[in-house]
């Protein structure tokens, strides 16, 4: 619900710090499979590297949203993970 109101107005990876290492990738695709988010290469836990509801500036439509996550762990695995959010206004 990205309103200003500081509550859930981003949505960003969270892990565990002393097994997940590097987010290798982090996408976010509408409901016709348009990317409307993407960051690569950064900490777990970071909100600043999170999306906030926008694509190109302009508020998205509230919906549902595909996540996508890629992870890399401290003993070089990989980790991916799927699922999907719901946008509010």
């Not at 990876?13 to 950064?42: A, C, K, L, Y």
Request: proline share 4%; charged share 20%; with cysteine.
């Amino acid at each position: 619900s990205p309103n200003g109101d500081v509550l859930n107005d981003l949505v960003w990876v969270h892990g565990p710090e002393n097994e997940v290492i590097t987010i290798r990738q982090f996408s976010i695709f509408d409901r016709w499979g348009n990317q409307v988010f993407m960051n690569q290469n950064f900490y777990p836990n970071q909100a600043d590297q999170g999306w906030d509801g926008t694509f190109k500036g302009t508020k998205c439509l509230p919906g549902v949203y595909v996540y996508y996550v890629k992870a890399e762990t401290i003993n070089g695995k990989f980790l991916t993970l799927e699922g999907d959010i719901t946008l509010t206004r």
